[in-house]
């Protein structure tokens, strides 16, 4: 039989000049209804351990006095207060609904006390009821009350399931050890009371739980990993994208930049001097610009009058013979190529003596809009061309006197 200084207890405790007392244990009975004028916290702390051991101390109102959180400090109890005050008509009702026959023998301390302790029962009744209603067959009376305690205290119900099983396995032994000294025949007689048949029933119950939570906790990690994944996939996308759009940005400034420079280099190579010609000092030799190796292009530089007879070609592919012919037609001194140029354009203009010279071979400036070299730079260059043609036309002079010696 459990003693008075072991029963778990819930206590309602209403403050004041005159301060109401309602204990009940945790199966919701009344086991002291009183109130106190003029007692002190001790009186009521003596009044309240002779009954038993609190774990929950309940005020009516929202805010509990600080009368109600010490109480509840010495205690070592866990402390319930309502989510708003409680109104008279509804502690009234609360105490007429359980406690009818106790009503009219209540003071107003009283039953403002007993209507906080049957609020505070009533808030963990749910959960009481949903644990018991699987352990009760399997559990002893004070151990479904320790649950009830750790319920409010908010342990775990596998602690309070772990020690019971301890519990029944030391029990067992016991029992096993006096029947088997008994009487040997005894000993597998397994009554419905037997602490073995409970502590397997328990063991199995566990097992049983135990597996639905390995089960939930399998989907649950499952689940998070799928989220990881799409969260994952996600941010690797995000960042994919950032990559590709820094990248993108740079490309753009880096093309902004080019055609800034193009843009430069269009408005030097279009600006045209005014007034009287461009006279060069004696050691330079202006160049006209001819843009791209085309027939109109072409036919559009040979009909400016007062040009120079040096030739610069911006861009020389594309250009093809009969191009090159009529650039010929119009005796060039030279032509200085930027870009390259067909094979068959070449020869043409070598068929006319026309020297081609990249412009790599030179050092092309601009004065005041238009293209010049040094005079010295570029003959020693025109030079340099007509003895390699020379050399060339020696080789291909000599490979053929060979092969006519050997045919």
């Given at each position: 039989?459990?003693?008075?200084?072991?029963?778990?207890?819930?206590?309602?405790?209403?403050?004041?000049?005159?301060?109401?007392?309602?204990?009940?244990?945790?199966?919701?009975?009344?086991?002291?209804?009183?109130?106190?004028?003029?007692?002190?916290?001790?009186?009521?702390?003596?009044?309240?351990?002779?009954?038993?051991q609190p774990i929950l101390i309940a005020c009516d109102v929202a805010d509990p006095p600080g009368f109600v959180r010490?109480?509840?400090?010495?205690?070592?109890?866990?402390?319930?207060?309502?989510?708003?005050?409680?109104?008279?008509?509804?502690?009234?009702?609360?105490?007429?609904?359980?406690?009818?026959?106790?009503?009219?023998?209540?003071?107003?301390?009283?039953?403002?006390?007993?209507?906080?302790?049957?609020?505070?029962?009533?808030?963990?009744?749910?959960?009481?009821?949903?644990?018991?209603?699987?352990?009760?067959?399997?559990?002893?009376?004070?151990?479904?009350?320790?649950?009830?305690?750790?319920?409010?205290?908010?342990?775990?119900?596998?602690?309070?399931?772990s020690r019971e099983i301890m519990g029944l396995e030391e029990e067992a032994k016991e029992r096993i050890v006096k029947?088997?000294?008994?009487?040997?025949?005894?000993?597998?007689?397994?009554?419905?009371?037997?602490?073995?048949?409970?502590?397997?029933?328990?063991?199995?119950?566990?097992?049983?739980?135990?597996?639905?939570?390995?089960?939930?906790?399998?989907?649950?990690?499952?689940?998070?990993?799928?989220?990881?994944?799409?969260?994952?996939?996600?941010?690797?996308?995000?960042?994919?994208?950032?990559?590709?759009?820094?990248?993108?940005?740079?490309?753009?400034?880096?093309?902004?930049?080019?055609?800034?420079?193009?843009?430069?280099?269009?408005?030097?190579?279009?600006?045209?001097?005014?007034?009287?010609?461009?006279?060069?000092?004696?050691?330079?030799?202006?160049?006209?610009?001819?843009?791209?190796?085309?027939?109109?292009?072409?036919?559009?530089?040979?009909?400016?009058?007062?040009?120079?007879?040096?030739?610069?070609?911006?861009?020389?592919?594309?250009?093809?013979?009969?191009?090159?012919?009529?650039?010929?037609?119009?005796?060039?001194?030279?032509?200085?190529?930027?870009?390259?140029?067909?094979?068959?354009?070449?020869?043409?203009?070598?068929?006319?003596?026309?020297?081609?010279?990249?412009?790599?071979?030179?050092?092309?400036?601009?004065?005041?809009?238009?293209?010049?070299?040094?005079?010295?730079?570029?003959?020693?260059?025109?030079?340099?061309?007509?003895?390699?043609?020379?050399?060339?036309?020696?080789?291909?002079?000599?490979?053929?006197?060979?092969?006519?010696?050997?045919?």
């Amino acid at each position: 039989m459990e003693k008075a200084s072991d029963k778990r207890l819930i206590v309602g405790l209403d403050p004041g000049t005159t301060c109401g007392v309602a204990v009940i244990g945790l199966d919701m009975k009344p086991l002291l209804l009183t109130s106190f004028r003029g007692a002190n916290r001790d009186d009521i702390v003596r009044a309240v351990s002779g009954v038993g051991q609190p774990i929950l101390i309940a005020c009516d109102v929202a805010d509990p006095p600080g009368f109600v959180r010490k109480v509840a400090s010495l205690f070592d109890a866990s402390l319930f207060a309502p989510r708003r005050d409680m109104t008279s008509r509804e502690k009234r009702r609360i105490v007429e609904e359980y406690f009818p026959s106790l009503v009219k023998g209540l003071d107003a301390h009283t039953m403002d006390a007993l209507a906080a302790a049957l609020k505070a029962f009533l808030a963990y009744r749910n959960k009481f009821e949903s644990v018991e209603a699987r352990l009760r067959r399997l559990l002893r009376p004070e151990t479904l009350e320790e649950i009830r305690a750790g319920i409010i205290r908010g342990a775990r119900l596998s602690q309070v399931i772990s020690r019971e099983i301890m519990g029944l396995e030391e029990e067992a032994k016991e029992r096993i050890v006096k029947v088997y000294v008994q009487d040997k025949a005894r000993a597998a007689d397994q009554r419905p009371g037997d602490p073995r048949e409970r502590l397997i029933s328990l063991l199995r119950w566990e097992n049983e739980r135990l597996r639905a939570e390995l089960e939930k906790l399998k989907a649950e990690k499952d689940e998070l990993e799928r989220i990881l994944k799409r969260r994952t996939a996600e941010e690797y996308g995000e960042l994919r994208r950032d990559a590709a759009y820094r990248i993108r940005e740079k490309e753009i400034a880096d093309l902004r930049a080019r055609l800034r420079e193009a843009e430069r280099r269009i408005e030097e190579l279009s600006a045209k001097p005014s007034g009287e010609e461009l006279q060069m000092p004696g050691e330079l030799i202006a160049l006209r610009e001819i843009p791209s190796f085309t027939h109109e292009e072409v036919e559009k530089a040979l009909t400016e009058a007062g040009e120079s007879p040096y030739i610069i070609l911006l861009n020389a592919a594309g250009g093809g013979p009969s191009t090159a012919r009529r650039l010929a037609e119009a005796k060039p001194r030279v032509v200085v190529r930027c870009t390259e140029m067909s094979h068959q354009a070449e020869e043409v203009l070598a068929e006319y003596d026309i020297p081609v010279i990249p412009v790599s071979r030179l050092e092309v400036k601009y004065l005041r809009g238009k293209p010049v070299v040094e005079r010295r730079i570029l003959e020693e260059r025109i030079r340099e061309y007509r003895r390699r043609r020379i050399d060339s036309m020696m080789d291909e002079l000599l490979k053929s006197a060979g092969v006519n010696e050997t045919g």
